[in-house]
């Protein structure tokens, strides 16, 4: 398995990482509400607590996309006329779903050059678990963000290509962000390029709250591992004891929210920024987005970016969908004027 780091490769890039992580922070810091993004939950130590996270029973999302991909894996391969076929993974975490469709093409023998892209190295090392050696499958991971790794990729790719966004990273960005971020992906492709999505549908509110506090407390410390990073690799003392994890759902937006509460009064310094940070008592920390979905949404989103749905795949319980869209570029497809684009 081959691996690409787009960044870090020079202690310049290294330092231009941590500089652009300082200048994140601090613009969060300064923010009211104050929020840090989600991206950087992803160190070592986050990519591995991210995967505790998917094996817990009270984290219904991974388990139920799972069993979906699970189900449609020998249909997939069907769609695609061609003996061979490029799958570009965009946050790819330790490619245990992902080793579901690979294999569904390599058991229509079909041959398979799967190209995982994600900034956590750690996750790329994760995945040698689940992805096993196969003379039809070429693997060449990609360290790095999504649209430099898409981008690095794509010089090498010619092959029709299936472009995979799973586990509903998709509901990490608010309802605007995810229209640019699609537009952006669909500018990348060729008309008829494949992109399979995962949403997680709108639910009961109870499973969704369970879902972002496990009982084991792994989301806790997920959301608190985000501090130690910020001690480790831009000098603060955060007091890790002084801030409680809070996940709960806003029916407003139709999200799950995560946020870390600062327990007490406190002033944290953090030495790359040469400057300290205030919190009230209770003061929230906001770090992630959950975005739900409606099957509609689902719908709206793809016609305004300029995909055409496929197929929806979903579970008995109407849980999560996997939706499989294909890439309109035709003359005929108008978009409308209000759309944003990054
Ligand atoms: C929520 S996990 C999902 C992992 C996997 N897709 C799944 O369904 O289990 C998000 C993954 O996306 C990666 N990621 C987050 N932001 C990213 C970015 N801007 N560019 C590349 N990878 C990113 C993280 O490192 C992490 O492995």
Known sequence: MKISRLSQ??????????????IDVLTGLCSNPKNISAKYFYDDKGSELFQKITQHKDYYPTRIEYQILDNIKRDLPNLFDSDEIDIIELGAGDGHKSQLIIQGFLDC??????????????????????????????I??????????????????????LVLFLGSNIGNFDRTQNQGFLRKLWKCLNDSDHLLVGFDLKKDVEILTR??????????????NL????????GADFNLKKFQHFGSYNPLLGAMESFLLA????????????????????????????????????????????????????????????????????????????????
């Open 9 to 22: 490769e020079t202690k310049q890039e290294h330092n231009s990482q941590t500089e652009q992580f300082a």
């Open 109 to 138: 023998q079909k041959k398979v050059n799967f190209y995982p892209i994600d900034i956590s190295e750690k996750a790329m090392v994760l995945m040698e678990q689940h992805i096993s050696a196969n003379p039809k499958l070429d």
């Open 140 to 161: 060449h991971r990609v360290v790095g963000e999504y649209f430099e790794g898409l981008r690095f990729v794509r010089k090498n790719s010619s092959n029709p290509l």
């Open 211 to 224: 879902a972002y506090n496990d009982s084991a407390g792994y989301t806790r410390d997920f959301n608190l």
């Open 227 to 234: 501090l130690h990073r910020i001690n480790c690799e831009l």
């Open 263 to 342: 327990t007490e009064k406190q002033d944290v310094f953090i030495s790359e920024l040469e400057r300290s940070f205030r919190f009230e008592a209770y003061e929230p920390l906001h770090l992630e987005y959950s975005f739900k979905f409606l099957k509609s949404d689902i719908e709206s989103l793809s016609a305004l970016t300029g995909f055409e749905v496929v197929e929806h795949f979903t579970d008995p319980d109407d849980y999560f969908m996997d939706s499989l869209w294909r890439v309109s570029k035709g003359e005929n497809h108008k978009l409308p004027l209000n759309l944003y684009v990054v």
